[in-house]
């Protein structure tokens, strides 16, 4: 043994041996456990080193591969808020790699079950997983991040498992792994579909929760970490040492196509529970300042989450770890921006909600992290957690107003046609007072957690039965349509209207404001069959349906994508004015008889069709070079309505010829030459169907007198 250094934390290979290191400010002492093949082998080694309440010590001898654990000497007074209990081997905060997994036997757990003011003495160690000292080193070659700015970006949200569980081209080994993501056949069908970056469901190593092990259940969507530093074992192809790299090379293969690769992190809560919940880390490492408690009974916790605990982000080594952790992922991973979850809870520095918290503060001044992309889910299950729009600046929001508004317009419910215009436009309404741009909004009409788009358009009520818990669990006001008939039908008529409320979806999707988000497997016409919480279902009900794509959809999709990324007037870094720009208006709003919407039209209830004029002249902004960038006009008309309508096309001001590009009650219009319409023509536009037209020739020199009437989103 050698003294060893405070920092950094964890278990730390240099290439001569190994610094160990833990924060404790409870311990009496801590022994450090060294693991080898045999689970009775175990070398304790009591640290000696204590600075600032971190405990250390450096084995020259030791190299990657090594299995360890800590044990924790001090109070044990569960009243207090204090857990305590060497007889539980404990994972290590820090680590960078896992092998094994834990089996649940009462030996996990810090109390007795028939006492649990009791200490349960039983050895945990042949139970829970052990941490390895990682690798550090890996050729990263010529890997650059792509850097794909925020207005061109097109997220992907993927599960790692699930995305290539069924893909026929990636071997069967690598099914459900990082490498798995990493085959070309995978990123391939990521780059022809248009994706600029991927956002990968929880990677951080979490546990498979007690009671749905319990039903034979497995917690598939992962939303339970134990160690923030750790990709999790289970989507690796290799032995445990092994995930580092395999990770790393996944990371380095989407770039190499220029995909970026976001991750999904939660930093809110951890696996280990309320106070009847396993002792596996920081419950025994140091309870009192890794977790929320209630002031006057610290033996419950604070659940801000809905999973029986809070980390507490006032003190200042939770605080530490978070942001070590993602300048882990950031520097030695290589990865590219977060969506955090539950991302209110981060910012309770009291009970509220608090925008100026540490946390925040961190992030802001943090010469990493405040570089890449981040991403909040802007709620949590604690009072006052709905915070979409309040943010800080450099944040994104999962934009849930526009989930919403989006998928009542397409069903028909009234008094909607405001609400979309502004959803669509960017929720100026949400963002622009805090100098935020459109790019703040994340949009998205469908999740991991809810209907896939298939599910959608094809239920109205959920069927969650497969997961055991009575109908009781997901979200039972879904927003959805089954027009007609619940679940798969034969009847053509709904057939092909579902098909197109689906293109209607993803076409609204990718020209609106902000930056669109697709889920994984809406792309191939994915079905859960109903049951929008599969986060227990780790088998065909969730996994990508590539045994069954629905080819048409794809093409669709790519059509549409390719569409937004050609046209940067569906993608604009700034908001738009409702006001002449060289001019003309660079957007403005018509009824169904050519003429502007008024403060009376966008208030009247039963209206569902609106037509949108995009001036492509009047971008404000600039490219990367200081070029001016000029685009294409075009004409959106959206009839979400029960009727067909007959639309006339505005007066030649607003543009004198244009050509039908996309037509969702038709597919193939806009693949070939089409015979363009002039200002004054009548178009047939089917129920509940849009049109995108693209002016052929410019607006006809008009009169410089304001216009008496009209309106503006």
Known sequence: MWVGQPFPLGGTYDGSGTNFSIFSSV???????????????????????????????????VRPGQQYGYRVHGPWDPARGLWCNPSKL?????????????DWDEACFGYQFDDPLQPNTD???????KAVVGDPFFDWGNDRPPEVPLHETVIYEAHVRGLTMTHPAVPEPLRGTYAGIAHPAVIAHLHDLGITAIELMPVHQFVQD????????RNYWGYNSIAFLTPHNEYTSSAA??????FKTMVKSLHAAGIEVLLDVVYNHTAEGNHFGPTLSMRGIDNQAYYRLVDDDPQYYLDFTGTGNSLNMRHPHVLQLIMDSLRYWVLEMHVDGFRFDLASTLARELHEVDRLSAFFDLVQQDPVISQVKLIAEPWDVGEGGYQVGNFPPQWSEWNGQYRDTIRDFWRGEPSTLAEFGSRFTGSSDLYEADTRRPTASINFVTAHDGFTLTDLVSYNEKHNDANLEDGHDGESHNRSWNHGVEGPTDDPAIRSLRDRQRRNLMTTLMLSQGVPMIVGGDELGQTHHGNNNVYCQDNELSWYPWDDVDDDFVRWCQRVIAFRMAHPVFRRRRWFQGRRIRGIEDLAWFRPDGGEMTDDDWATGYARAVGVFVNGKSIPTPDAYGEKVVDDTFLLLFNAGADALTWTIPGPEWGRRWTVDLDTADPRVGLRRKAAVKAGDELHLVERSMLVLRSTQPPAKRSQARRATGSNT
Request: a negative charge.
């Open 123 to 129: 050895d945990s160690a042949p139970h829970v997983w």
């Open 90 to 102: 404990l994972l290590d905060p820090y680590a960078k790699a896992i092998d094994g997994r834990i």
């Open 27 to 61: 311990a009496d002492g801590v022994e450090l456990c060294l693991h080898g093949t045999d689970p009775d082998d175990e070398e304790r080694i009591e640290l000696t080193e204590v600075d600032g309440h971190i405990w250390h010590t450096y084995l020259p001898d």
């Open 241 to 246: 040492l092994g995930q580092i790299q395999e």
């Open 210 to 217: 007690h009671h749905l092990v319990e039903k034979g259940l």
